[in-house]
């Protein structure tokens, strides 16, 4: 079965620190990385998101870090604020007849003031 | 613009009922996902629809079900409920094929609780 690893399960960070979360995946059909964050009691939003041609894309704080032949991605918040506190989810789009998210299990990021 | 819209947000059945779960997608939206959210195993894909038809279906039971109006709006059912199927079922819209580019808009969930 095609799986996403995720982790750490949780993450507490001070803030200005550096939150790095990350994920491995088995299958090389994966064609696109996708990173929601969830707040409580709302659904996912779309963060940033990477196609596997690419090693790293960055969007504010937020970075991409892509390895294709270790089959790793990774998050990394720089300067991390009380506002990035969530439940951040990796997953990976797989190509063919059945395309679908694979999300990961998820990392509760608590960020202290 | 308004968002995706899921009713209800929460309710409360007992073993062996059925639900019925609706999703509004983003006005233009015409692909909707369905995915079950748990402690244990995260977000899973239920299946999704793209204009009244099935494109694709996750691994489980036919006790779950869905289907998609004319206009985009989806219903999903659960029958014979178990306890284990106390979830938060998120439904979330594309502007195409979702799984084209993983620009999923998600709806705040229905919180099934099963007794």
């Known amino acids: 079965q095609q799986q996403v690893k995720q982790s750490p399960q949780s993450l507490i960070v001070q803030k200005g620190g550096i939150s790095i979360i990350n994920c491995a995946y088995e299958?090389?059909?994966?064609?696109?990385f996708p990173w929601y964050q969830q707040f409580p009691g709302k659904g996912p939003a779309l963060l940033i998101a990477?196609?596997?041609?690419?090693s790293e894309k960055k969007e504010g704080r937020f970075t991409i870090s892509f390895n294709k032949s270790a089959k790793q991605f990774s998050l990394h918040i720089m300067d991390s604020q009380p506002g990035d506190s969530a439940t951040y989810f990796c997953a990976a789009k797989t190509q063919g007849g059945s395309e679908k998210l694979v999300f990961g299990k998820g990392t509760k990021l608590t960020v202290n003031p | 613009k308004a968002g995706v819209t899921q009713t209800p947000r929460y309710l409360i059945k007992t073993r062996g009922q059925q639900v019925t779960l609706s999703c509004s997608p983003i006005?233009?939206?015409?692909?909707v996902s369905w995915y079950q959210q748990t402690p244990g195993q995260g977000l899973q894909f239920l299946f999704e629809?793209?204009?009244?038809?099935?494109?694709n279906k996750g691994n489980f039971p036919g006790r779950f079900s869905g289907r998609q109006f004319s206009n985009s709006r989806s219903e999903m059912n659960v029958s014979t409920l178990e306890l284990g199927d106390s979830a938060l079922y998120l439904c979330a819209s594309s502007l195409r094929l979702a799984v084209n580019t993983g620009e999923l808009f998600f709806g705040e969930g229905s919180r099934l609780t099963v007794l």
């Open positions: 006005s233009g939206h015409r692909s």
């Open positions: 629809y793209f204009s009244e038809t099935q494109r």
């Open positions: 299958n090389t059909a994966f064609d696109y």
């Open positions: 990477i196609r596997p041609d690419v």
